[in-house]
């Protein structure tokens, strides 16, 4: 009798150890679910911002204008040809002061005249000169090239994405074909990316 009972009570002890251990797992389980739970939750709100955000900026891809209209365009081509006008006489007074006052010529960095110039200060003073010349002209050639993307009605558009370039970009630097983003990371903004992304899945 004795034996049975000590069986009987090992097997209880047995049991209670198993049903300790099962709800010690499931204790575990719950508070893992729990916490996976709280982490998803924890994630959601993170980004959920960046979502709204992504969600406003797809948005305004879709309704923004694809082209500046008569009076935007217009104002525009004033900019440019202020700009134009202004470059035009800067360039007139460098090529006078290029200028061989003997032979009414101008003066090239091959040219006998500059053998007899004095070097130095004056020697670096042309060389800036003819510097400031190379960038007035290469100016004026993207000036040109932005006056006649507004006869073609297409100022304005950026090259990479599509997307129009900030007024204010455009007011500041008239002959921008991307906006200021592209230009100092060569990378499109966040507006341009959704954009491309629409145009490849159109594809």
């Known amino acids: 009798m004795a034996t049975k ?40 709100e993170k980004t959920a911002p960046k979502k709204a955000v992504t969600a406003r900026l797809v948005a305004q891809v879709a309704a923004a204008p694809k082209a500046y209209g008569a009076d935007d365009l217009k104002r525009f081509r004033e900019i ?19 200028m061989d006052v003997t032979t009414g010529e101008y003066v090239s960095e091959s040219s006998n005249y500059s053998l007899h110039m004095e ?16 960038r007035g ?6 000036l040109d090239d932005a006056l006649a993307r507004i006869d073609a009605k297409t100022y304005g558009s950026c090259k990479v994405c599509g997307l129009l370039v ?8 008239p002959t921008a074909t991307t906006c200021a983003e592209y230009k100092n990371t060569n990378m499109p903004c966040d507006r341009g990316r959704i954009a491309l992304g629409k145009k490849k899945g159109a594809k």
Request: hydrophobic share 40%.
């Open 5 to 44: 009972k000590g069986s009987r009570t090992v097997v209880k002890g047995t049991v209670q150890i198993m049903k300790e251990k099962a709800a010690a797992r499931a204790r575990q389980i719950k508070k893992a679910k729990a916490n996976l739970k709280k982490a998803a939750a924890a994630r959601a």
């Open 80 to 98: 440019i040809l202020a700009k134009r006008k202004e470059t035009v006489e800067e360039l007139d007074s460098l090529k006078e002061s290029m």
């Open 119 to 134: 070097q130095g200060t004056d020697a670096m003073e042309r060389e800036k000169t003819f510097l400031f010349a190379s």
């Open 137 to 142: 002209s290469k100016f004026v050639n993207q």
């Open 166 to 173: 900030p007024k204010e970009r455009l007011e500041a630097v």
